[in-house]
T-cell receptor, first 109, second 115 residues
């Protein structure tokens, strides 16, 4: 079966750095997405990786290792507004997005 | 402004009633999707459509129905056959449904409560 694993919840301090991991086992791979979802709202796109390596976008970076079936989202200089759930999703061989359950990130002052 | 609209944001229905959730997009996207999200869980695909007049069942289609008569519109009907319909429903669209880079854009969601 297809499976995406993320930690359920993480806590970090304002101004710090946090890394959210995602491991996946899917039928084929055509890219990996990270989305941010604030409580009660729709997910919004953060990043996309299809090749191995690190993609940096401001305070957020995303890393992919296809051989290990592994990705992480790195958030730097954490702000209170970063408190949200972070969803990892993989495009499989049928071009369907397979979603992880999400990681709830709690930022403390 | 281009985007996806869903209405209403909150919806209450009595058990046994069918209810239709609307989803409209003006992004000229070919593909549209319906997801269900329960507390503390990820997104589960109900139905998707890659082209007008065609749609496919997702992982949890039982108790739901859809139509795609226009490119812009993809309404979802929650029927009385759906055992536990109370949930947050999200509609999304992407430029194409058959591409590795199929970034999905989401509407604001409809929170359905069945009493």
């Amino acid at each position: 079966g297809q499976n995406i694993d993320q930690p359920t919840e993480m806590t970090a301090t304002e101004g710090a750095i946090v890394q959210i991991n995602c491991t996946y086992q899917t039928s084929g791979f055509n890219g990996l997405f990270w989305y941010q979802q604030h409580a009660g709202e729709a997910p919004t796109f953060l990043s996309y990786n299809v090749l191995d390596g690190l993609e940096e976008k401001g305070r957020f970076s995303s890393f992919l290792s296809r051989s290990k079936g592994y990705s992480y989202l790195l958030l730097k200089e954490l702000q209170m507004k970063d408190s949200a759930s972070y969803l990892c999703a993989v495009t499989d061989s049928n071009y369907q997005l397979i979603w992880g359950a999400g990681t709830k990130l709690i930022i403390k002052p | 402004d281009g985007g996806i609209t869903q209405s209403p944001k909150y919806l209450f229905r009595k058990e046994g009633q069918n209810v239709t959730l609307s989803c409209e997009q003006n992004l000229n996207h070919d593909a549209m999707y319906w997801y269900r999200q329960d507390p503390g869980q990820g997104l589960r695909l109900i139905y998707y459509s890659q082209i007008v007049n065609d749609f496919q069942k997702g992982d949890i289609a039982e108790g739901y129905s859809v139509s795609r008569e226009k490119k812009e519109s993809f309404p979802l009907t929650v029927t009385s056959a759906q055992k536990n319909p109370t949930a947050f429903y999200l509609c999304a669209s992407s430029i194409h449904g058959t591409s590795g880079y199929n970034e999905q854009f989401f509407g604001p969601g409809t929170r359905l409560t069945v009493l």
